[in-house]
């Protein structure tokens, strides 16, 4: 089982090499979640997540006949990336298995590391087992992106640093996947002071540690698609499972409309680019899940790796969730200077139209009329409900969707 003076030892191999990340005070979040949260932004380091941390040491503690043979790996994007940047700067040859839908940008940036990068499989198991495969036939160490020592090692130097930014925290909110970090994590922080909290979180659609936990042994679960898709892991580790039911004190899980609505709120309120996982533990915090009231607690960030895509869509439906989105269909008449009087009307009640839609075809409407589907910024849902009264006042059928 890892041990406290394993990650000590981490500490001073990797303390050099990865970003000492900042563990900040947020006084927006603090005042949103009644407790004084802070933040420790993984999302800040060189590939955008912790998984370097694990990635280092285990590069660093493995002997140097057997890194001039190469390493092999399987993941889906941040451990690639850790391990590939880590790789390049040590000099190491690097063999990065990813599945073979794995998006553009990320093999991309893990190619632009100097790893030879092998696209296999639909799904992550697939591509572990290639490069299981691999290691075995090209003799080449196999760097396991959570269930061994020297990686769960070097996620728990994350907790040293926690506890050197701010001695006095209460509770730590850790993302689980595999369990690498956050049994990491959780030994350095009980090890040095057994009163603090270490809470995981898991996506609500693949929380395999919670049912391991529950079951007593590591369960496999089926496989499920989340918004969250750096801990979509659907064995945990044999390794890390007993250090979490040792170590953790609770497990919790968020769906993707907390998971999606976490990631705004650290965009739009911290300025901070979070992927899924790293929401996680916000999502359970602002989404009531934590018992933590007037407590100090510390929320890992533990990556940023997202989609710009992804964020778009998020961003949308945050903004329809906050009132500041709305659709309305407007049935008029198909006559000249009537889509000129609802689109006036519309700029009085200062609303913005981000996009229109006339349709007389298809509207199923007697011939002379049509629909009119309106998208409109909106500054809350007071407006929204001043809107539509203002439509029907002039004598529109209005509906809301």
Do not use: W
């Not at 409109?376 to 004598?395: K, Q, V, Y």
């Amino acid at each position: 089982m890892l041990t406290f003076s394993e990650i000590e030892a981490a500490r001073r191999r990797i303390r050099d090499s990865v970003y000492l990340t900042p563990f900040a005070h947020t006084e927006t979040l603090s005042k949103l979640a009644g407790c004084r949260v802070h933040l420790k932004l993984e999302n800040l380091q060189m590939t955008g997540s912790f998984k370097e941390r694990g990635a280092l040491n285990k590069l660093l503690t493995t002997a140097p006949e057997v890194q001039q043979k190469g390493i092999v790996t399987a993941s889906a994007g941040n451990h690639a990336q850790g391990v590939a940047y880590h790789c390049q700067r040590l000099g190491v040859a690097a063999t990065i298995v990813m599945p073979e839908g794995t998006p553009l940008i990320k093999v991309s940036r893990t190619r632009d590391f100097g790893a030879n990068v092998v696209l296999s499989g639909a799904t992550y198991d697939d591509a572990s087992a290639e490069a299981a495969r691999l290691a075995r036939e090209e003799s080449l160490e196999l760097v396991h992106p959570f269930d061994d020592l020297a990686v769960m090692a070097g996620q728990g130097t994350m907790g040293l640093e926690i506890l050197e930014q701010n001695p006095y925290v209460d509770v730590v909110v850790v993302s689980i996947g595999g369990g690498g970090l956050v049994a990491g994590v959780a030994v350095a922080l009980k090890e040095t002071n057994p009163k603090i909290q270490v809470i995981g979180v898991e996506a609500a659609k693949i929380a395999s540690m919670k049912a391991s936990v529950a079951a007593g042994a590591v369960v496999t679960l089926p496989a499920a698609r989340t918004i969250a898709d750096g801990i979509a892991v659907r064995t945990v580790g044999e390794q890390t499972f007993p250090v979490v039911a040792r170590y953790v004190d609770d497990i919790v899980t968020v769906d993707e409309e907390e998971i999606a609505n976490a990631i705004l709120l650290l965009l739009e309120g911290e300025k901070t680019v979070a992927e899924g996982a790293g929401a996680a533990p916000l999502a359970a915090l602002v989404h009531g899940k934590l018992r933590v009231e007037g407590k100090r607690v510390g929320l890992v960030v533990s990556g940023g790796n997202i989609d710009v895509n992804v964020v778009s869509r998020i961003i949308e439906r945050g903004l329809v969730k906050s009132g500041r989105l709305m659709r309305a269909f407007v049935r008029i008449s198909d006559q000249v200077g009537v889509l000129a009087d609802l689109t006036g009307l519309v700029s009085r009640m200062r609303a913005s139209i981000l996009q229109i839609h006339h349709n007389r075809a298809f509207s199923r409407q007697p011939l002379g009329g049509a629909i009119v589907e309106l998208v409109l910024e909106t500054r809350g849902f007071s407006h929204i409900e001043d809107i539509a009264r203002g439509l029907r006042d002039a004598g529109y059928e209005v509906e809301l969707g």
